[in-house]
């Protein structure tokens, strides 16, 4: 029946959705990873091109990931839900790493509440307090 098939269809996007935040986790702490050390001699633009992004995605993943343990990460981006059921990205996460300390886990909070994308999350810090992205902990 159609309302079968909506609700399969429904189904396996939020499935490729989970396996999309997974994959963002095991990538945060592969980055974390190399570019703490350099894997036998390899280097972080090799790691990159082995993980299939560009050394700047797997800088910022590292950054995440040294930010957030990968139970946190995992718990953020694979099984926490906004206001309207959607995760957030690790992009907006990469956004709350140039937030101090002191103010992300609040921030953390009304991303979830809100439920914005990563351009509203950019521009609700900014009109918060366009001086808070400069002050970093």
Do not use: M
């Not at 036998?40 to 995440?64: F, W």
């Amino acid at each position: 029946s159609r309302a079968c098939s909506i609700s399969l269809a429904v189904s396996c996007v939020a499935e490729g959705g989970a396996v999309h935040a997974e994959r963002a986790v095991r990538l945060a702490l592969f980055a974390r990873t190399a570019s703490t050390c350099h894997l036998d001699g390899v280097s972080r633009a090799a790691c990159a091109r082995g993980a299939g992004v560009s050394e700047e995605t797997l800088r910022q993943y590292a950054v995440v990931a040294s930010w957030w343990s990968a139970i946190e990460l995992r718990y953020l981006l694979v099984e926490r839900r906004g206001s309207t059921g959607t995760r957030i990205s690790i992009s907006h996460l990469v956004e709350l790493t140039k937030l101090p300390r002191s103010v992300r886990e609040a921030w953390l909070e009304r991303l979830f509440r809100q439920a914005w994308t990563v351009r509203e999350l950019r521009q609700a810090i900014h009109v918060g307090n366009p001086h808070q992205t400069a002050a970093r902990n």
